[in-house]
């Protein structure tokens, strides 16, 4: 598998940058014409070179076609990382649940693209590097109201 990361940062000119830090693309536009043709010439040369291999894309944006077949104008990758669903299944699973019931959106939204492409759903390494916490910290509500925090003497409730 090849995961291929910030591919937003390089489709489009502009991306993260302001205005007078980018040059238009020859039709004024910022999609960046060179990029699109590199990534579908790496997604064809892995396809050709090694049958069975997976490229996924990090791509952050609704550029349309990321898991397209090259020759249907597409960009060629086999699956694009869902960063979306990350967060939201996140930041859903941090709420405490008796606020969980005005957070089902976050869960039910994603149904609205997930067949515009090849997603693939996973948890990046993003979210537990340069202190920000483990995965556990992240959801962890603490112990539900009325119970004792000490191990193995909950009091019922």
């Not at 990758?77 to 019931?101: A, I, Q, R």
Request: charge should be negative; aromatic fraction near 14%.
């Amino acid at each position: 598998m090849l995961r291929c990361d910030a591919v937003s940062s390089m489709l489009y000119l502009d991306y993260a940058r302001g205005p007078g830090q980018w040059i238009p693309n020859r039709d004024g536009g910022n999609i960046n014409y060179d990029a699109l043709d590199f990534w579908k010439q790496l997604n064809s040369a892995v396809k050709e070179r090694f049958p069975g291999a997976i490229t996924v894309a990090e791509e952050s944006t609704a550029f349309p076609g990321i898991t397209a077949p090259v020759r249907y104008g597409g960009l060629g990758f086999d699956f694009k990382w869902n960063m979306g669903f990350m967060h939201d299944t996140l930041e859903y699973c941090s709420k405490d649940p008796v606020y969980k019931v005005y957070e089902h959106h976050k869960l039910i939204l994603p149904m609205e693209y997930s067949f515009s492409e090849h997603f693939i759903l996973a948890y990046s390494h993003d979210e537990v590097v340069y202190g920000k916490g483990s995965m556990l910290g992240k959801i962890w509500t603490g112990p539900p109201s009325g119970r004792s925090t000490t191990a193995g003497t909950a009091s019922p409730g």
